[in-house]
Nanobody
Framework: QVVLVESGGGLVQAGGSLRLSCAAS????????MGWFRQPPGKEREFVAT????????YYTDSVKGRFTISRDNAKRTVYLQMNSLKPEDTAVYYC??????????????????WGQGTQVTVSS
């Protein structure tokens, strides 16, 4: 069992930055690959970024490449999503998720085993 708690969301103007954090408790954090997903208003959940158990490999959806950075600190049991140059279309509830298959970089939400409660990010124009 893994419990994930996101923080760091809020309201920001277009062009601004936010850093989301996801703190994990329970099983060994480095046993999991981690991902960030988001759900815009009225839309389905979508993949944002993922990182391998060691942090050595990452993958991003095209719309955030060059603007967002996923990272992790296994000693602190935390994964981060640094979001720069934010756009109104980045407005969504952001979720972190843990994948038991730690060597996989999955973009599919069904591959993830545990989810946080989400944190709202709103980008004003």
């Amino acid at each position: 069992q893994v419990v994930l708690v996101e923080s760091g969301g809020g309201l920001v103007q277009a062009g601004g930055s936010l850093r989301l954090s996801c703190a994990a408790s329970g099983r060994t954090f480095s046993d999991y690959a981690m991902g960030w997903f988001r759900q815009p208003p009225g839309k389905e959940r979508e993949f944002v970024a993922t990182i391998s158990w060691s942090g050595g490999n990452t993958y991003y959806t095209d719309s955030v490449k060059g603007r967002f950075t996923i990272s992790r600190d296994n000693a602190k049991r935390t994964v981060y999503l640094q979001m720069n140059s934010l756009k109104p279309e980045d407005t969504a509830v952001y979720y972190c998720a843990a994948d038991w298959n730690r060597g996989r970089l999955s973009t599919g939400w069904k591959e993830y085993d545990y989810w946080g409660q989400g944190t709202q990010v709103t980008v004003s124009s």
